[in-house]
């Protein structure tokens, strides 16, 4: 068993409790930031005196030499040590001698593995981002394709007015715009180093944090060398951020499934991202979306966890502490995953636009703009809401929509009725006439598409 702090102890740690107490197999995951954290704690320490620059270099070409063979498969990470930074000393140690026992001067594990987590979260919000950004881009080509495809949009789930799908798409085009924005949010927020802060009271050595922090590409050390150490408050705005993500992949699926069913036929999901039925021939199942929708669980599990595990722990660093790394790792995995499996399915997806239309029409979704006709022929609108509802009704017992009931009958209601009931209410210009800003209206809507154009080129 590979230790850095056998020095107290007499007996060796019981296997069990030393398997429990172990880290190393997932906090391998940190190899990179462990190295590169340890070149920038070498480099200010050599800048500061406490080392050589002879042993910086000697100890420099070790760590790189261990990140080369790590990264080719010549040196492998193994269970005989007890966390990522062992290994790393260890390797250094048996290559270097006695110049890689200087490696920790001025260091404790605590700030260590404080930097490592701190590192790997920041490299993979900027992959989660561009993630975010890929699926971003497919929803604005979509957005593009179909600013005259019209839709019934929805409230509890009832047809109420007729929207594009350009429209649609364009609210979760805000949901992920927002995901990025709180994604960049955290990771400026967190980007302090440290590195520096020791156990949890600092060191005597002579350290320069400013540079440390400057070498590895933060705006400056940390402020509290106690918070510094027990600080996971970026964990759990990752993993909020991320669940949010995922909310809004849920909603996405579900509107998904229910366009696949029978029911609705908005869609047709490509074959690449469904399956059959081992008994049904004629089933085709949503199954990725139903995935990301089920896969949502399990990062909101994430988050509680790491709420739950933090909530008693008082200053500073307890070993409680080593729990937020799994469930990072399992939930930002999680997450990358389904945005890319999610932009593949809609980027395949065939939308029935005709589908679209009819539902819209025999949804009576341009019952408002009926209303609406009868209040510009002077009708207050309390009575053409009645009228409305009543033509409705007739619409319903005859199995028609409003475009195809027949003039008489609109005027056996309200002699306010002309022929040019049936432009008012026609799809084309129950959309088109919507042009405030953030509308369905083909003008207002262009202006939205170039602005989200702009800002995916910024």
């Keep these: 068993m590979a230790q850095l702090w056998g020095g107290r102890f007499t007996k060796e740690t019981d296997k069990l409790v030393y398997n429990f107490n172990a880290s190393i197999s997932?906090?391998?995951?940190?190899?990179?930031?462990?190295?590169?954290?340890?070149?920038?704690?070498?480099k200010m320490l050599a800048k500061q005196g406490i080392l050589t620059e002879e042993e910086r270099d000697q100890i420099l070409e070790g760590l790189d030499g261990i990140l080369r063979d790590v990264e080719n498969g010549s040196l492998e990470i193994t269970p005989e040590y007890e966390d990522i930074h062992s290994f790393v000393e260890a390797n250094l140690i048996d290559r270097i001698g006695d110049p890689g026992k200087k490696l920790h001067t001025g260091r404790s594990r605590n700030d260590q593995v404080a930097l490592d987590m701190?590192?790997?979260?920041?490299?993979?919000?900027?992959?989660?981002?561009?993630?975010?950004?890929?699926?971003?881009?497919?929803l604005l080509s979509l957005m593009e394709k179909n600013v005259h495809t019209y839709m019934p949009g929805f409230?509890?789930?009832?047809?109420a007015q007729p929207v594009t799908l350009a429209h649609h798409i364009g609210a979760y085009f805000e949901m992920f715009r927002r995901d990025r924005e709180r994604m960049a949010d955290i990771r400026k927020r967190m980007n302090l180093c440290p590195l520096g802060a020791g156990a949890l009271a600092g060191t005597t050595y002579p350290l320069d944090r400013e540079y440390t922090a400057q070498l590895l590409g933060f705006d400056g050390p940390t402020r509290n060398?106690?918070?510094?150490?027990?600080?996971?408050?970026?964990?759990?705005?990752l993993l909020s951020a991320l669940s949010t993500v995922m909310m809004h992949l849920s909603r996405f699926s579900e509107e998904i499934i229910l366009w696949n069913s029978n029911e609705y036929g908005f869609v047709e999901i490509d074959d690449a991202?469904?399956?059959?039925?081992?008994?049904?021939?004629?089933?085709?199942?949503?199954?990725?979306?139903?995935?990301?929708?089920?896969?949502?669980?399990r990062v909101y599990g994430a988050l509680m966890s790491i709420l739950t595990t933090m909530k008693g722990i008082p200053l500073a660093y307890n070993k409680d502490m080593q729990e937020d790394k799994e469930l990072t790792f399992d939930a930002i995995d999680t997450v990358k995953g389904c945005l890319r499996l999610?932009?593949?399915?809609?980027?395949?997806?065939?939308?029935?636009?005709?589908v679209m239309e009819a539902s819209a029409k025999n949804g009576f979704t341009n019952a408002t703009d009926a209303a609406d006709y009868l209040v510009n022929h002077g009708v207050p609108f309390r009575d053409a809401h009645g009228i409305v509802g009543r033509l409705v009704l007739l619409c319903i017992d005859r199995g028609i929509s409003l475009d195809e009931l027949p003039l008489e009958e609109y005027q056996k209601l309200s002699p306010a009725f002309q022929e040019d009931i049936y432009e008012a209410v026609s799809m084309k210009t129950?959309?088109?006439?919507?042009?405030?800003?953030?509308?369905?209206?083909?003008e207002a809507m262009e202006k939205v598409i170039r602005e989200n154009r702009k800002y995916l080129e910024g």
């Design 273 to 297: 991202y469904s399956t059959g039925s081992s008994i049904m021939p004629q089933k085709k199942n949503p199954d990725i979306a139903e995935l990301l929708r089920g896969k949502t669980g």
């Design 342 to 354: 999610f932009a593949g399915m809609i980027s395949t997806m065939e939308f029935r636009r005709e």
């Design 225 to 237: 060398s106690m918070d510094s150490v027990s600080d996971r408050d970026y964990v759990i705005e």
């Design 430 to 442: 129950c959309v088109e006439k919507r042009e405030t800003y953030g509308a369905p209206g083909p």
């Design 155 to 159: 409230t509890h789930l009832q047809k």
């Design 118 to 138: 701190k590192l790997y979260v920041r490299d993979e919000i900027d992959e989660i981002d561009g993630e975010l950004k890929t699926l971003l881009q497919e």
């Design 26 to 42: 997932f906090d391998q995951k940190f190899y990179k930031q462990d190295i590169m954290g340890s070149k920038a704690h070498v």
